[in-house]
């Protein structure tokens, strides 16, 4: 296919979109001719390694150029499925080109309202893998993630990872994992600003998802939490979480509770208490908390000793720990 071909399927798509958005009503025949253009369009640009072909970044770089790329992420939902997984592709293979970075972030900060689409596709049940596989991606490049962590954007996640639909709460935790804890110098930067400026927010939010009834949720956010704490960037978000009483009474909770089903919430909430003790400069009220405990606590620590779970030397190291601290 010629440059000059496509050239004009890119023009007659463009055409196309602009009579799909000037109709009271999708028309038929111009959904059709958006499909195949589309189609086309993904077979011109779905090359093995995008950054060593020239062909395909001139392709790439007109749709960007045409605004292509948002036209039809926002009529997607009246595309057919076929057609909606070309969409995710082309949009897949313009994020992850290298050439492309400057040109598809500055793409992005024109036009922020890209981002909105995709975070609403947790509003579309039927398509709400496909515009997360397109979010998770741009989240890759920094300058999306800052866009949508400082902005009202990010508090939207709280709302979707408890969504009734197990699909849409699951793939909303894995991106929401990903946006807090991707291991990028910049990405973990951005991540401990973040936490720094909206840490009040962010815990009242976080503590919902912690005391949730549903053990998924519960679980999933336990093991967040652990992920976001452990963070060296993240020590001084760290501290001040580990410096709440109404924290550590939680991770108590979660820690010792019976249920055999729930040995997973034990788990991960070990993971999250074990920093309590660990801190070497408790405050005097963390300190009388975990005395208060200590009995319950040790008893439940040695009973995960031979769960068959392995926890490493942390376990017998915060059991020796909790030991010193005077009876009550």
Same mark, same amino acid.
């Given at each position: 296919?010629s440059?000059s071909d496509?050239s004009?399927? !890119?023009?007659?798509?463009v055409a196309a979109? &602009?009579r ?6 999708p028309?038929?025949?111009d959904v059709?001719d958006c499909?195949a253009a ?5 077979e011109?640009a779905n090359a093995?390694?995008v950054d060593?072909?020239e062909?395909?970044?001139k392709?790439?770089? &007109?749709?960007?150029?045409k ?10 939902p &009246?595309?057919?499925?076929?057609t ?5 592709h082309i ?10 970075k400057?040109t598809?972030?500055d ?8 981002l909105?689409l995709?975070i609403?596709?947790?509003t579309?049940?039927?398509m ?5 596989d397109i979010l998770r ?6 300058s999306?993630?800052y ?8 508090w ?5 990872v408890t969504?009734?639909a ?6 909303a ?5 990903m946006?807090l804890?991707?291991?990028?110098p910049?990405h973990?930067?951005h ?7 909206n840490f ?8 919902i998802?912690?005391?949730?009834d549903?053990?998924h949720?519960k ?7 652990s992920?976001?704490l452990?963070a060296r960037?993240n ?10 009483e ?5 991770m !108590?909770k979660?820690?010792c509770q019976t249920e055999?089903?729930?040995k997973g ?7 999250v ?6 801190n ?6 963390i300190?009388?908390?975990l005395?208060?405990?200590k009995?319950r ?8 000793e031979?769960?068959g779970?392995?926890?490493?030397r942390e376990?017998p190291l915060l059991i020796?720990r909790l030991?010193?601290l005077p009876?009550?």
């Amino acid at each position: 296919m010629s440059s000059s071909d496509i050239s004009q399927i !890119i023009d007659a798509l463009v055409a196309a979109i &602009e009579r799909l958005e000037t109709s009271t009503e999708p028309n038929a025949r111009d959904v059709k001719d958006c499909e195949a253009a589309i189609q086309k369009m993904f077979e011109a640009a779905n090359a093995n390694d995008v950054d060593k072909d020239e062909k395909t970044q001139k392709v790439l770089f &007109e749709i960007i150029e045409k605004g292509v790329l948002k036209s039809i992420l926002y009529h997607m939902p &009246e595309f057919n499925p076929r057609t909606r997984q070309s969409i995710k592709h082309i949009w897949l293979i313009s994020l992850k080109s290298e050439k492309l970075k400057n040109t598809i972030d500055d793409y992005i900060r024109e036009n922020p309202e890209i981002l909105i689409l995709l975070i609403r596709g947790y509003t579309k049940e039927e398509m709400i893998q496909t515009y997360g596989d397109i979010l998770r991606f741009c989240i890759k490049h920094s300058s999306m993630l800052y866009l949508i962590l400082f902005s009202p954007l990010v508090w939207q996640f709280f709302q979707f990872v408890t969504a009734d639909a197990y699909e849409k709460s699951s793939d909303a935790f894995k991106t929401f994992k990903m946006m807090l804890t991707r291991s990028n110098p910049t990405h973990k930067k951005h991540v401990s600003k973040f936490l720094k400026e909206n840490f009040k927010m962010f815990f009242s939010k976080f503590r919902i998802l912690l005391t949730d009834d549903r053990y998924h949720v519960k679980r999933q956010s336990l093991r967040l939490l652990s992920e976001v704490l452990q963070a060296r960037e993240n020590f001084k978000t760290m501290v001040a979480f580990i410096s709440d009483e109404q924290n550590l009474e939680l991770m !108590i909770k979660h820690l010792c509770q019976t249920e055999v089903q729930k040995k997973g919430i034990k788990s991960e909430a070990f993971h999250v208490f074990k920093f309590f003790v660990a801190n070497p400069r408790k405050p005097r009220f963390i300190v009388e908390c975990l005395t208060k405990h200590k009995a319950r606590l040790i008893d439940t620590l040695k009973a995960m000793e031979k769960d068959g779970t392995d926890y490493g030397r942390e376990l017998p190291l915060l059991i020796q720990r909790l030991s010193e601290l005077p009876d009550v």
